[in-house]
């Protein structure tokens, strides 16, 4: 099965993808553009704006190349079943997805410097379930294990700054290039997705019981990333400040605080219910489920970040592995009033508990 996507055709760009993931821009180009503008700076900065920015770019974006933004996703599945009209019945499930294109992706290096580049998609997700499948004359049980897994092949993005051939740094460099500054990095970089593996047990089962109709759903999770962060920056002439006062080059991933991003969370769901009759005219039913979030994350403290890749902030930073567990009980009791009304009266209360949230817990109840 293949599925095209198109975004855009005929586009203009000035970079060249020469590796996977590395768009650049020509040198002379990069030259040129801050030979201008650091002379213009010098000048007359406050007619560094817009109309000033378009007409620099102008002739060179009326000789750069064409683009056309897509991808293609091809997807196979084979499934196999195994004594499908038995009293047990087994089936394998296998899905491989496969993306390889482009798509629009925003970056910037301020806030007069926004540059969208297109993004490289070249990655596949493999996903299999084991299930089996008892079925009774009162109920049935299904039982099974799904796994997926997601490979990137460019987990990152490296792109010239077209204003900027050399690295540089000032406190107004965020907002280059403009009359506050025509400084800044003369690369970038951004994380794309992730590696990352998950896998889940599950089982679910119905049970008629007389005049109860019984079900429930109960299933355990694990989620996992171990990414390569990126360092702060890719300019290098921007120096770090740690917490204890000590410096360090910002561009180095060695002075990150962690290597690897090192992701789990666990999640543990179960629902039940029970429906039956009173009598000719009465229902009763009852429900409970619970929810578990477990984000067993670790925290990551940064001494401070990078403003646009042009100046560093010594703002310090800390990653929020929220977690969260939700528990709902509700019961309901309906009056069959003649062949086509009906009275209901139903109670629900969700309860949260919450790490990194603003309300750490909460109750709500419902009467309807």
Do not use: C
């Amino acid at each position: 099965n293949k599925i095209p996507h198109r975004f855009g055709n005929n586009g203009l760009i000035l970079f060249a993808q020469t590796e996977p993931g590395r768009w650049q821009i020509a040198d002379s180009i990069q030259q040129s553009l801050q030979a201008t503008l650091e002379q213009k700076f010098a000048t007359g900065r406050t007619g560094i704006n817009y109309a000033y920015l378009k007409g620099l770019v102008t002739p060179y974006l009326n000789a750069a190349d064409s683009i056309d933004l897509g991808l293609q996703r091809d997807r196979t599945r084979a499934v196999v079943d195994i004594g499908s009209m038995g009293r047990l019945a087994w089936k394998i499930d296998y899905s491989h997805e496969n993306r390889t294109g482009n798509r629009p992706y925003g970056a910037a290096f301020g806030f007069g410097n926004v540059v969208e580049l297109p993004e490289p998609i070249d990655y596949s997700t493999d996903g299999a379930t084991l299930s089996g499948e008892l079925n009774g004359k009162r109920g049935g049980l299904t039982f099974g294990y799904r796994y997926s897994k997601f490979k990137n092949d460019v987990d990152s993005l490296i792109f010239d700054n077209p204003f900027r051939f050399t690295d540089s740094t000032d406190p107004s460099a965020y907002q280059a290039p403009g009359s506050a500054s025509v400084g800044g990095s003369a690369t970038g970089e951004a994380d794309l997705a992730p590696d990352n593996e998950s896998g889940f047990l599950f089982v679910n089962g119905r049970l008629r019981a007389g005049a109860w109709n019984l079900s429930g759903a109960l299933s355990y999770g694990q989620m996992e990333q171990n990414d390569r962060l990126l360092p702060y920056t890719l300019n290098s002439s921007i120096v770090g400040h740690d917490f204890d006062g000590s410096t360090f080059a910002a561009d180095n991933a060695a002075n990150l605080p962690v290597g690897k991003a090192d992701g789990q969370i666990d999640v543990l769901s179960f629902y039940g219910s029970a429906n039956g009759k009173l009598g000719k005219s009465f229902t009763l039913g009852f429900k409970v489920r619970h929810y578990d979030y477990d984000n067993g994350s670790s925290r990551i403290e940064m001494p401070g970040y990078v403003r646009y890749h042009g100046v560093w902030e010594e703002i310090g930073r800390v990653t929020v592995p929220y977690s969260y567990t939700v528990d709902d009980l509700g019961a309901d009791l309906g009056w069959n009033i003649g062949a086509s009304s009906r009275l209901g009266l139903s109670f629900n209360r969700q309860s949260w508990d919450r790490e990194y949230r603003e309300i750490e817990s909460s109750d709500e109840d419902v009467v309807k």
